[in-house]
């Protein structure tokens, strides 16, 4: 056990120096900050999409993308599940929140074929948005879940929990949860009960995540 404990401190101070000697630590906020008007009532993917756009400059910030993603994924596919079984709203949530492209072609003017094909692109869409980054970094780049340590684990979970605070600081969405964010400024969703699945699915994710990283050094 206390070998353990050495490997584990010394792995975390290991980290920390590493990360700390990247440029892409200390740039993130920077590069970050003249965004936050765009980011502000937006979905945590598009924090999500900016950082995997961040990691062609800063690849530092690959594995930190990489548990991104997998959270990101575990979150809103579990909602869209728990949706779908609990009320029968099937993909209802994703086509409610994709308002831009039924503007274009709203329902009253368009054929039983157009309805199909908006929501086959809003599908499209949904797959490049959410699982594509993994996959990229994944199969392209060539990172796995496994080059991540404590240190990415704790940054993305960080930038997770910035997000929330954000937005129930800005939406005075303030009570005793301000680590998550449930509301409907974001999303157009009718059931908030879907917020807290998706975080539950998240942290599941989070814990797995920790529970590997512990097992691989342990192993080591």
Known sequence: KHQLKHQLKHQLKHQLKHQLSQPSLSLLPLLLLPLLPHLLNRGYT????????????YPSLLPINLIQGLTVCSGW????????????????????????????????????????????????????AHPGPVLF???????????GGYWDIGCAWILSRVWSITHNIY??????????????????????????????????????LIYMRFKRIKHD
């Open 77 to 128: 596919y579990a909602t869209l599940i728990y949706e779908s079984f609990r009320y029968g709203r099937n993909f209802t949530i994703l086509y409610d929140n994709s308002t831009a492209l039924f503007a274009l072609y709203p329902s009253s003017t368009c054929s039983s074929t157009c309805v199909f094909l908006r929501k086959f692109v809003v599908h499209v869409f949904d797959v490049l």
């Open 46 to 57: 598009l924090t999500y999409l900016l950082t995997f756009l961040l990691t062609f400059l």
């Open 171 to 208: 939406n005075s969405v303030l009570t005793y949860n301000i680590l998550y964010y449930a509301s409907t400024h974001v999303y157009d969703v009718k059931h908030l009960e879907g917020w807290w699945v998706a975080y539950a699915a998240e942290s599941i994710c989070y814990i797995l």
């Open 137 to 147: 970094i994944v199969c392209c780049r060539n990172v796995r879940v496994r080059d």
